[in-house]
Nanobody, 122 residues
């Protein structure tokens, strides 16, 4: 199972980006999916998460600017970012709680993507 994140880049303050993360491999189903970020010298922090039913949760610092969504048919999760600030500069990671079949039994496991860099600078 692999998570492939994409969509990062260099953006001016006030700009927008759309991050994507696609799950590939042999899976049974995907539960919660989320986006985290880690700035240099800081701990990784939750940005937003979304349940399999579409329920969402956001960090206070990104509410009203970030929108998380998912396409269950494409096994993908997205993060639409508006009004970017320099403080949003970080490596953004997606993750997913995925049920895989191991020895004919379902097993819930956490997988992470490789990260995509978002740099906000003029």
């Amino acid at each position: 199972v692999q998570l492939q994140a994409s969509g990062g880049g260099l953006v001016q303050p006030g700009g927008s980006l759309r991050l994507s993360c696609a799950v590939s491999g042999s899976i049974f189903s995907i539960n919660d999916m989320g986006w985290y970020r880690q700035a240099p010298g800081k701990q990784r922090e939750l940005v937003a998460s979304i349940t399999s039913g579409g329920g969402t949760n956001y960090a206070d610092s990104v509410k009203d600017r970030f929108t998380i969504s998912r396409d269950n048919a494409k096994n993908s999760v997205y993060l639409q970012i508006h009004s970017l600030k320099p403080d949003d500069t970080a490596t953004y990671y997606c993750n997913a709680h995925i049920i895989v079949v191991v020895d004919l039994k379902p097993s819930l496991r956490l997988y992470w993507g490789q990260g995509t860099q978002v740099t906000v600078s003029s």
